[in-house]
């Protein structure tokens, strides 16, 4: 009885300290944030920072609440927080040095990374000083928010905390917070797909990839759908296995919140999951279709996210268009007819390239284009006035060029692979590139827009690059490193090539054509080389 009441006591003292160390980790925060915030000169909206740090502390532990029941490792909750703290830091970052080291634009200057988000943002901290309803944020406000969505929980996170005084690093400290969840539900979509190897490698990706990073760390709308698709797809494989009422719900509410931030990737991210629901699982499909509950709920969730693409692309469709499919249709078009108009004009040797091919060649480049966006070369080699950009392009293109590395060798490895998981596997490699390639169609070369519509579904490129990495180590396989190999070399002859664009260094190949030729034709040279020196190993240890 005496070890009985020591182990409660002992348990009531840890759960003590763990919340006296939560507090104390809050209060930190709320100073030092307020403290930079208002450059370094007073702590006047110390009680809107520490409610809005509350508020992000509360959903964490919420939302860990919400996946607990899948025994996840303590680290992993360890890891979110050190995320989150990284996002909340980068933002600061930003704030900070931005209107000194930037290109002194507007947005630059009043400490935003991007420029939609300096829009918005300011738009938010206007409607919520004014006595306008909040639902105005849905209408008229094109200009600074396309769908209404950001702007509204924007304002009514400022209306609410009732501070007197505009700090965007509040927004930043919510977007930190919701982005860094995506952590918790990619590890149980991993681990419930395929295993807890998967499911780590995927959560320690996700924490720290650059794009995810980026956009978890400004007011962007990304920062919420990013783990709004991740809920939603660890809802489905959780209902494929449970079949209960906890992962309907993740779905269905993930998708509902995911509608005012965007309603055409709220009908794209649906068509996704019953698309996979269906693909994955044909006995799990026919046993969900046959149930009339889930046709009232698929119904009307349909016409729900129809009625939002109607709403918002009704702002944007010509006067008289109101059937919602052609509105669409017209979207589509309108978009890959300006992105091509954009990219020919942005880049001098497109121009060139342009007048030497067939017309019908320009929109596959414009695509190949668009998925290597940032390309890695340029990176290395293209400068900036603002320094700064240079070294955040070259971490943004670091990151999506890992990325790619397994995007492209995931397909290859699923052809000699036979297990019961692989059927996942080729529908998510089919969704992921739908989506980078939809984004290069609709964001062209854009180096901002293409890879943050991609970013939406980045969990799922993630789990798939875990999933690869995961395959390679448990059996070594020589074609991927010469895949890498091959990759370099291409990579490496586009260095000398943006040399000679900017700096003339008397290069003589200025075809970018050649240029992949050489990469290509280096990259199976060396190829060759290695099959012949491993056959070459192989023969002597006989």
Known sequence: MTQFIKKILHTIQKKWQ???????????????????????????????????????????????????????????????????????????????ALPVWGHGTPAEKAGYIMADASARDQAAWKLAQSDKSLWKAFRNNRTVDQYGGMLFLSAAIYRGLGTHQHNPIQMVVLCAAFSSSTIFFLWGFAKRAWDKDVANLAAIIIAFYPEAMLLGSSQMREAFTISLTTIAFY?????????????VSLTIVSLLLFLPFSPPFAALLMGILVITAIASSIRFANDLTKKSTFWIIFSLLFILILTGVWVALKQFTPEGMNNPIHMINWWLRKSASLQAYLSKHASGWIQEIFKNTPTWTHMPMLLAYGVVQPFLPAAIVVGSHAPIWRWITLWRSIGWSFMLVFLVYAPILTLRKKNNNIRLVRILLLIVWFIILLAAFRGGSDMWDNPRYRATFSSLQIV?????????????????????????????????????????????????????????????LLCIWDWARMKGKNKEMY
Not at 22 to 48: Q, V
Not at 50 to 67: E, H, K, P, Q, T
């Open 464 to 524: 798939l690059v875990a999933w690869a990495m995961v395959e390679l180590r448990r059996s070594s396989d020589p074609w991927f490193w010469r895949a890498i190999i091959t990759g370099a070399a291409i990579m490496g002859w586009f260095i000398p090539w943006y040399l000679q664009r900017y700096y003339s260094i008397g290069w003589q190949i200025s075809d970018p054509f050649k240029t992949l030729g050489l990469g290509i034709s280096t990259g199976i």
């Open 18 to 96: 763990l919340i006296l160390f939560t507090i104390l980790i809050i209060l930190g925060l709320t100073f030092i944030i307020s403290w930079i915030s208002n450059n370094h000169y007073n702590l006047s909206d110390l009680g809107a920072i520490f409610s809005v740090v509350a508020i992000a502390s509360i959903l964490l532990l919420g939302l860990w609440y919400l996946i607990r029941d899948e025994s996840p490792p303590k680290w992993l909750f360890s890891l979110v927080i050190i995320a989150a703290i990284l996002k909340i830091s980068l933002g600061l970052l930003w704030f900070k």
């Open 235 to 247: 809802g489905l494989i959780r209902y494929q296995q449970l079949r209960d009422l906890k992962s």
